[in-house]
Nanobody, 115 residues
Framework: QVQPVESGGGLVQPGGSLRLSCAASGISVSSNDMGWYRQAPGKQRELVASITSGGSTNYADSVKGRFTISRDSAKNTVYLQMNSLKIEDTAVYYC?????????WGRGTQVTVSS
């Protein structure tokens, strides 16, 4: 089954950093606009960062200045560098095309920010 594989999550203290990876299969990260999404308990899934096929990036206000999205076309992988993590960043993080490609969801990777 074609789906992305997210990794890199974990438990980190406030102020810490994590780097998430998304190994995309079935679609090209260099030919598609890609995004990182997150879903916190009891909340809707939201787009936090995106990168266009041309390399332009965009961020939700809540993560601007702290998160950086990038990609490695050779590895067909999208990354999310997360710095200065806050408790409210706790969520399951997913990658998908932007806009969403229906059915193209991985298992996500859990990020927990806690002291």
């Amino acid at each position: 089954q074609v789906q992305p594989v997210e990794s890199g999550g974990g438990l980190v203290q406030p102020g810490g950093s994590l780097r998430l990876s998304c190994a995309a299969s079935g679609i090209s990260v260099s030919s598609n606009d890609m995004g990182w999404y997150r879903q916190a308990p009891g909340k809707q899934r939201e787009l936090v960062a995106s990168i266009t096929s041309g390399g332009s990036t965009n961020y939700a206000d809540s993560v601007k200045g702290r998160f950086t999205i990038s990609r490695d076309s050779a590895k067909n992988t999208v990354y999310l560098q997360m710095n200065s993590l806050k408790i409210e960043d706790t969520a399951v993080y997913y990658c998908n095309r932007n806009p969403i490609l229906r059915g193209y969801w991985g298992r996500g990777t859990q990020v927990t920010v806690s002291s």
